[in-house]
């Protein structure tokens, strides 16, 4: 279920954030990798949007490593990041499960440093579930619980050009792996 853009919505978050003490005075930063254009846009997009709440936003450069070392503790986590999350393996442990297990704090994948304890749960059962069912429930009903706190804000705006040879059967695009479905490929005679 998508986000609405509701920025009335947005400062009534702000405003209970500030009430709990968080300061949104101080310029919050996003680092963004610099070698990759698509998170400098999207990072503008973001400054622009939370300028309209009085939010200053500076985009910080940074590279890869500096920025994955950076999520090692919650103190040095940048306020915001842009990164990807493709596939390792096809299973939801690779998203929800390693993004949002407390357990994987100080690791990139959970920089939000999300805990609830009952995503936690049904996280750790379904990742030693041998029940294909019981597995699809679990991760189901943990995705909603995450969805519903939005710990993160999940963009899919890859703009995916791919030049194949005239030969090349069976390509299809797949939102994982490299926006490919390559075991179905094959060379035309």
């Not at 990807?84 to 096809?90: D, G, K, M």
């Not at 440093?113 to 996280?123: A, Q």
């Not at 804000?153 to 030969?167: A, D, F, M, P």
Request: glycine share 6%.
């Amino acid at each position: 279920m998508p986000y609405a853009f509701d920025l009335t919505r947005a400062r009534a978050h702000c405003d209970a954030a500030r009430a709990a003490g968080v300061d949104l005075s101080r310029p919050l930063e996003i680092h963004v990798q610099n070698e990759l254009e698509q998170t400098v846009q999207a990072a503008q997009m973001y400054q622009a949007d939370l300028r309209r709440l009085g939010i200053t936003l500076r985009i910080v450069p940074n590279t890869w490593p500096g920025i994955t070392s950076s999520t090692t503790r919650s103190e040095t986590t940048p306020d915001m990041w842009i990164h990807w999350v493709s596939t390792y393996f096809v299973d939801p442990e690779n998203w929800v499960g390693q993004m949002y297990d407390s357990q994987f704090h100080g690791t990139w994948k959970a920089s939000s440093w999300y805990s609830n304890p009952e995503v936690d749960r049904l996280l750790r059962a379904a990742r030693t579930s041998l029940n294909r069912e019981e597995r699809q429930r679990l991760y189901a009903d943990a995705t909603r619980r995450v969805v519903a706190d939005a710990p993160d804000i999940w963009v899919y705006n890859t703009v995916n050009l791919r030049g194949l040879s005239r030969r090349i059967e069976g390509y299809t695009f797949s939102p994982v792996g490299s926006g490919g479905e390559i075991r179905l490929m094959s060379l035309a005679e």
